[in-house]
């Protein structure tokens, strides 16, 4: 369904693939858990519920963006950027996207570059269709993220503890005028946590980290097999 996470899913199985031993297990490629079952050999891709990240690993992503939408509150200099109550929001495209129809027939709003994200002081993470893959990005901004929801989650999301990388912001919002006011009037708490986010991305998040997460995955995943392994001769080999 997504041809860019099938290409890096062999990407890093061929970094690793000489110090792996022989198992089998199928990659889950589309967005969400699609084995309700823990005995099953599936590895999901790139993202899984919450109530459900008993039943499967999660692998790494590399897409580079996604369909959240992502809010941008005070500007660098300070002032607060409001949107006009005369502008009508738009829909963006996302992985699916085939025509207008999938916009309520009006042309896609048009993209903004992760540069331009750098302008804004606090940038919001909001949930796509399911975990939000532009995520480990904002973090690079030296931006406070504001993490909205708890429900799905990426490979590394375990790692990062709010108030120490992000502020956790619940769902519904219910939370965000106090929790803008806190950033607001304790600006230099908030900038270390935003600090502590970028170093965490910066040193656990490099290409040789996840190529390291890959290796060991597949390694304990290998150990949790209960069955010899046999070559399937029908198999096209990846090289």
Known sequence: MFPARCDGNEHFILEVIKKLPDMEFVINTRTG???PHANNPYLSSPSVKEDRVMTSCTLPDI???GTSCVAYLPHRS????RTKRNHNPELPKNQAWKSEADTLHRPPAKEIRLEDHCDYKYLFNFRGVAASFRFKHLFLCDSVVFHVGSAWLEFFYPAMKPWVHYIPVKEDLSDVRDLLE???ENDDVVHEIAKRGRQFIWDHLRMEDVTCYWETLLKKYAKLLKFKTKK???YKQIK
């Not at 300070?78 to 950027?81: F, I, K």
């Open 33 to 35: 858990l699609r084995s």
């Open 63 to 65: 897409l580079g963006g």
């Open 78 to 81: 300070g002032a607060l950027g």
């Open 182 to 184: 806190f950033a607001k």
């Open 232 to 234: 399937n001769k029908t």
